[in-house]
């Protein structure tokens, strides 16, 4: 997902019915055991878009199991849209035998389940789900016009406010299905891509189409639809990692040369996350993104892009680069608690100055870490934990970290990798992704991972005890400050942190043009430096730490 934008208006909510419940609107957070100990097997999602009347008709057949006995089922489903008919293991229920008041479908099972039983779920549903006030930073669904032709440009965001928008599922991270079958059926002109891989294209015989999807280990939220006249650009990657990987680009009519430009950033783009990070996840599906009415989303192979090709001075598009990053950092390696929002954001975002310092070289990246160092906010720390909903860490406004899980946690990275090198960092992020150092197509799968489990990563692959690193920079909002003391020929350096938490960070200085790496064991050096000689601490902006230029700086932003 994007960084926070400015919240949206009462006029914009108003515009956002028909309205939804807390519970619809909640995505995560702590778990029922019921609830918690079901699994879907697989998801079969047929799904009519009808761009006229604003509405969708759906039947999703789950195929779930559980690890704990069931009387019934607790699937998320936002209840505009309601249930008209049910089965399980095909036995139709009566009405009376579910209920949908708050957005959660209670299923009374016509005979228990019990622990490691397995049922199929029918459910028939319909109705006109909710708009997105300010997609993507709102969510659910995009009822658009084309410009020129005005004709349907449909879209869906569930990141925030969950998969429950506008299909029965499980809204919480490990709710994610091993398989998924997607069938959308659109009007005549339009067409349908989505995750996965195609399987074929069905013309009914009044015009109408249904594309059919296949996706394995796909986010809750990462289901998508998207619906407009698109055109297409295709190819085919060459992996380093052997294979032929299928990309497309789904656009507006009327835009094929910048189409074609950012097609064109496609390769290079893998080529980068490939050389540093690893295979491209998803090699026997494809690389997909689709024009939207919204900025951007990481739907899993079929990302997100709305950015109306706009040039920065980096060189690249960086919102297709960003949600691209998301096939790693977020769908391949996934948080199972919001509450490790940052490993998908942090490392999204570093990403970018990463692929910078790739293209151009140090000056590039020095000037993009510049630009996210004058974001961090510091308003809370970017770990809380326990157990969070997506919008408790992505909104300020609930007391989560906003977009310091981006921009602060960008530069986290870059410190550790300052501190631990090149080689052990991408060792560590190889882990934390594939959940092994060596990977290759066929040898990991999908994961979920956690920052304890990262902070043992990084004390495995280093063999020393970093938690004081990240007791600081993820478990504080305050930034650690080095005070600085010159007397004659002396000068002392003092790490200050909240909490007088232990925090031996060793620094650079300079002396004279004349740069060494000092150690701060205790938290604190002496250096004998002449009392004319001129000092610059961390000359090359390496680490993370309190900065009063930056914060006067922001202070008078906001008062502009």
């Not at 020129?148 to 869906?156: C, L, S």
């Amino acid at each position: 997902m994007l960084a926070l934008a400015a919240s949206p208006t009462l006029a914009q909510v108003k515009r956002g019915e028909p309205p939804i419940t807390a519970i619809t609107q909640t995505s995560g957070g702590p778990i029922e055991p019921a609830r918690a100990a079901l699994h879907l097997e697989h998801v079969d999602l047929a799904i009519e878009v009808f761009p006229d009347t604003n509405r969708l008709e759906g039947t999703a057949t789950l195929t779930l199991t559980t690890s704990d006995p069931q009387t019934q089922l607790l699937i998320d489903l936002d209840k505009n849209l309601p249930v008209s008919a049910l089965s399980v293991d095909g036995k139709a229920l009566r009405p009376g035998q579910w209920s949908n008041p708050e957005g959660r479908l209670a299923i009374t099972l016509p005979r228990p389940l019990k622990a490691g039983g397995r049922a199929e779920v029918r459910i028939v549903y319909g109705g006109t789900p909710h708009v997105a006030v300010r997609a993507p930073w709102d969510d659910g669904i995009v009822w658009a016009k084309t410009p020129g032709e005005r004709k349907p440009w449909v879209a869906t965001t569930a990141e925030g406010y969950g998969c429950d928008l506008f299909w029965p599922c499980l809204d919480f991270p490990k709710g994610e299905p091993d398989t998924v079958d997607l069938h959308i059926t659109v009007p005549a002109g339009l067409k349908a891509p989505a995750n996965g891989t195609l399987k074929g294209i069905e013309k009914l015989a009044d015009g109408r189409t249904t594309w059919n999807w296949h996706a394995r280990s796909p986010n809750p939220y990462s289901v998508a639809i998207d619906v407009a006249p698109y055109e297409e650009v295709s190819g085919i990657y060459l992996s380093r990692f052997g294979p032929k990987i299928p990309m497309n680009y789904w656009y507006l009519p009327g835009r094929e040369a910048k189409a074609t430009a950012l097609f064109q950033e496609f390769a290079p783009t893998m080529d980068f996350y490939e050389s540093v990070i690893g295979p491209y996840p998803w090699y026997d599906e494809k690389v997909g993104v689709v024009e939207t009415p919204h900025l951007g989303m990481e739907h899993q192979t079929i990302n997100a892009y709305g950015n109306n090709y706009k040039k920065t001075p980096s060189g690249f598009d960086e919102i297709f680069q960003h949600e691209l990053g998301h096939e790693w950092f977020g769908n391949q390696m996934s948080a199972a608690n919001w509450d490790d929002y940052w490993l998908h954001e942090g490392y999204a975002q570093y990403m970018q100055p990463l692929y910078g310092r790739w293209r151009e070289g140090e000056a590039r990246y020095a000037t993009m870490m510049d630009e996210f160092r004058l974001q961090i906010r510091n308003s809370a720390p970017i770990v809380s934990g326990r157990i969070m909903t997506e919008e408790e860490v992505y909104e300020e406004a609930n007391g989560g970290p906003g977009q310091d899980i981006y921009v602060k946690g960008a530069w986290v990275l870059h410190t550790l990798r300052n501190l631990i090198g090149d080689d052990k960092f991408f060792e560590v992020t190889r882990r934390l992704v594939y959940g092994r150092p060596d990977p290759k197509p066929g040898n990991f799968k999908p994961r979920f991972s956690s920052t304890p489990e990262y902070i043992q990563i990084v004390n495995q692959v280093t063999g020393k005890d970093m938690n004081w690193f990240f007791d600081i920079y993820l478990k504080e909002a305050a930034l650690p400050e080095l005070i600085e003391t010159r007397t004659g020929d002396t000068l002392s350096l003092k790490w200050k942190t909240p909490h007088d938490k232990p925090f031996p960070l060793p620094i650079e200085v300079q002396v004279d043009g004349k740069t060494r790496l000092v150690a701060m064991t205790g938290g604190t050096a002496t250096l004998n430096v002449p009392a004319a000689a001129h000092v610059v601490v961390d000359p090359d902006s390496r680490v993370l730490r309190r900065s009063e230029v930056v914060e006067a700086f922001q202070k008078q932003s906001m008062r502009m």
